[in-house]
């Protein structure tokens, strides 16, 4: 087996998982996990911070 063979091994690889990892993500039954992950910086959030009089800072 020579070096090229290898590189060729790799990339075929690295391919395949890429394309793995872009249909599990593209899945229908993935997206409510994904709307929820991605609204989770904003879940603590009730209103927006205030100064202590009032004004926003």
Do not use: H, K
Not at 7 to 34: E, K, N, Q, Y
Not at 39 to 46: H, K, L, R
């Amino acid at each position: 087996m020579d070096l090229n063979m290898l590189r060729s091994g790799v990339t075929l690889v690295s391919l395949l998982l890429f394309v793995g990892i872009a249909a599990w993500a593209w899945l229908p039954r993935r997206r409510a996990d994904f709307e929820r992950a991605a609204m989770a910086p904003f879940a603590g959030e009730a209103e927006p911070a205030s100064n202590g009089n009032g004004e926003r800072s």
